[in-house]
Nanobody
């Protein structure tokens, strides 16, 4: 399976923007779902946004209107544009891929391929 490598994380102030990237070593069009998840210390991993092979998107209520998921199949890269960041967005962000049509877009157990994560820290 393709290796997924995230980048773009960092430490920012509340209200700032970041764009995360996830570059795959192989063809991302074979995946049914591509997604971003995040996990803050002491909390469970949560789905942030997902995009299907056909480019339909799903976004968690906590980030809707602020975060946008997109992909560039020519570059085999997944993106997460994060605007108006808040301290509660602080977490390790992971990209994930699922080849299963039965996966639920924002549920982690349906994803079999994961990146190593990139840290996002938002301060007041």
């Amino acid at each position: 399976q393709a290796q997924l490598v995230e980048s773009g994380g960092g430490s920012v102030q509340a209200g700032d923007s970041l764009r995360l990237s996830c570059e795959a070593s192989g063809d991302i069009t074979r995946y049914t779902f591509l997604a971003w998840f995040r996990q803050a210390p002491g909390k469970e991993r949560e789905g942030v946004a997902s995009i299907t092979r056909g480019a339909r998107t799903f976004t968690a209520a906590s980030v809707k209107g602020r975060f946008t998921i997109s992909k560039d199949t020519a570059k085999n890269t997944l993106y997460l544009q994060m605007n108006n960041l808040k301290p509660e967005d602080t977490a390790m962000y992971y990209c994930a891929a699922s080849g299963s049509a039965l996966a639920q877009p924002l549920i982690s157990r349906g994803y079999e391929n994961w990146g190593q994560g990139t840290q996002v820290t938002v301060s007041t």
